[in-house]
Nanobody, 117 residues
Framework: QVQLVESGGGLVQPGGSLRLSCAASGSISSIAGMGWYRQAPGKQREFLASIRNRGKITYAGSVKGRFTISRDNAKNTMYLQIHSLKPEDTAVYYC???????????WGQGTQVTVSS
């Protein structure tokens, strides 16, 4: 069982930066990876980036170059550093964790990012 809590969202002007955090607590037998997603009203949830257990990182083509995913194992925390924010980045950003066992899939409550002048 795992709990995920996102933080770091807020209102930012276009061109600004944010760092989102996802703090994990609890435990599961085996963690396969963690990732970031976002969802705007009326749209599908969109994959942004992931980091797997062995460190492999994957980015969505739409965000590569502006978004950086990282983790701090000592703090059980994953981060998403975002630069050059655009109004179309406005969405609720979610943290996801999945394990090797079937059905082992966890989500946080999300943190709102609003990009507006």
């Amino acid at each position: 069982q795992v709990q995920l809590v996102e933080s770091g969202g807020g209102l930012v002007q276009p061109g600004g930066s944010l760092r989102l955090s996802c703090a994990a607590s609890g435990s599961i037998s085996s963690i396969a990876g963690m990732g970031w997603y976002r969802q705007a009203p009326g749209k599908q949830r969109e994959f942004l980036a992931s980091i797997r257990n062995r460190g492999k990182i994957t980015y969505a083509g739409s965000v590569k170059g502006r978004f950086t995913i990282s983790r701090d194992n000592a703090k059980n925390t994953m981060y998403l550093q975002i630069h050059s924010l655009k109004p179309e980045d406005t969405a609720v950003y979610y943290c996801n964790l999945w394990g090797d066992d079937p059905g082992s899939d966890y989500w946080g409550q999300g943190t709102q990012v609003t990009v507006s002048s």
